[in-house]
Nanobody, 115 residues
Framework: QVQFVESGGGLVQPGGSLRLSCAAS????????MGWYRQAPGKQRELVAA???????NYADSVKGRFTISRDTAKNTVYLQMNRLKPEDTAIYYC?????????WGQGTQVTVSS
């Protein structure tokens, strides 16, 4: 099955920016919608951004206007540009195809927003 490897996380001050990358081991973007999820300590994992096979994007209200999801089909990579970061954005970020056919999660990448 296709695997996903996330990278790009780190420690950033409030108001700062990060760009996350998600490399897929296969060419699936024309078949499956892709999503970025996050899980904060003590909270359930939530979908924060999605991009459909047609290229349409959707965002959780909490990140709308600050985060941008995009993809490079030639590189089998999905990105999440995060601007104006807030402490409440602190979480482990994961990417995965939005489909019941994909049940495994990658290791994710830690994002910590703190002064």
């Amino acid at each position: 099955q296709v695997q996903f490897v996330e990278s790009g996380g780190g420690l950033v001050q409030p108001g700062g920016s990060l760009r996350l990358s998600c490399a897929a081991s296969g060419s699936i973007f024309s078949i499956y919608d892709m999503g970025w999820y996050r899980q904060a300590p003590g909270k359930q994992r939530e979908l924060v951004a999605a991009i459909t096979t047609g290229g349409s994007t959707n965002y959780a209200d909490s990140v709308k206007g600050r985060f941008t999801i995009s993809r490079d089909t030639a590189k089998n990579t999905v990105y999440l540009q995060m601007n104006r970061l807030k402490p409440e954005d602190t979480a482990i970020y994961y990417c995965k195809a939005i489909s019941a056919a994909f049940r495994s999660w990658g290791q994710g990448t830690q994002v910590t927003v703190s002064s």
